[in-house]
């Protein structure tokens, strides 16, 4: 089954990424793969602070995927895996799609304000030429309306 790998961050883009990646998933008989990185430098504390600090971030993001997750189950009929990593978010996106073969294609969200696309957009693009699968960036301010009509 080829799975669409999508990023689940803080960033407003993030939301038709799923939308896009759940919709494609349904169409084509595939799956939903949902990566969300910790950063290591929120963990910079004693030691006991940071692993209580590492498992917050943990249940803050499987709070946020449920969110996301109940929509993909009861709109799209997709059941999303999620999966987390810890380090730098390109870093940590090439090596899960090294690590999932069955990851066919890497869905990101693109920034609509005058700064860019975004630093996983633009980070992710240069890198385009090495990565063994295509990426397909969602524009951030595409309507709902719209997304569907080209899903």
């Known amino acids: 089954?080829?799975?669409f790998l999508v990023?689940?961050?803080?960033?407003?883009?993030?939301?038709?990424?799923?939308?896009?990646?759940a919709m494609r998933a349904s169409k084509t008989g595939g799956g939903v793969e949902i990566l969300?990185?910790?950063?290591?430098?929120?963990?910079?504390?004693?030691i006991g602070v940071g692993d209580i600090m590492r498992e917050e971030a943990r249940e803050r993001i499987t709070a946020h995927f449920e969110v996301f997750a109940k929509w993909m189950r009861d709109r799209q009929k997709v059941d999303p895996e999620l999966v987390i990593r810890e380090g730098d978010p390109v870093t940590q996106i090439i090596a899960q799609v090294a690590d999932d073969p069955e990851i066919g294609v890497l869905v990101l969200g693109a920034g609509t304000d005058k700064k860019g696309p975004g630093p996983l957009v633009t980070q992710l693009t240069r890198n385009a030429g090495s990565l063994p699968i295509p990426i397909t960036i969602v524009p951030g301010d595409l309507s709902k309306e719209?997304?569907?009509a080209i899903t």
């Open 1 to 3: 089954m080829r799975k």
């Open 7 to 21: 990023v689940l961050d803080d960033s407003r883009e993030c939301l038709n990424a799923m939308r896009f990646a």
């Open 36 to 46: 969300s990185v910790i950063p290591p430098d929120e963990f910079n504390h004693w």
């Open 146 to 148: 719209r997304l569907e």
